[in-house]
């Protein structure tokens, strides 16, 4: 499943995928699988992003609007 939010979040801070990949000790290839919904989100990379991005897990994925 792709999340949008995740994608648009990393371009808004103007992270590169080898930047936030680097932020998350994940090669920028993993990430970018992540990413595109090739792959599922491990729950502890959701929790990193949530902590990075200062958002809740249910904003990444879409559940809420509010961060």
Known sequence: MK???IQDLR???DLTIKEISAML???RDVY???EK???D???D???KLADIYHCSIDYLVGRVDTK
């Open 3 to 5: 999340f949008q939010r």
């Open 11 to 13: 371009i808004d801070n």
């Open 25 to 27: 000790d994940l090669h």
């Open 32 to 34: 970018s699988r992540y």
């Open 37 to 39: 919904g090739l792959r």
């Open 41 to 43: 989100f491990p729950i």
């Open 45 to 47: 990379i959701l929790i």
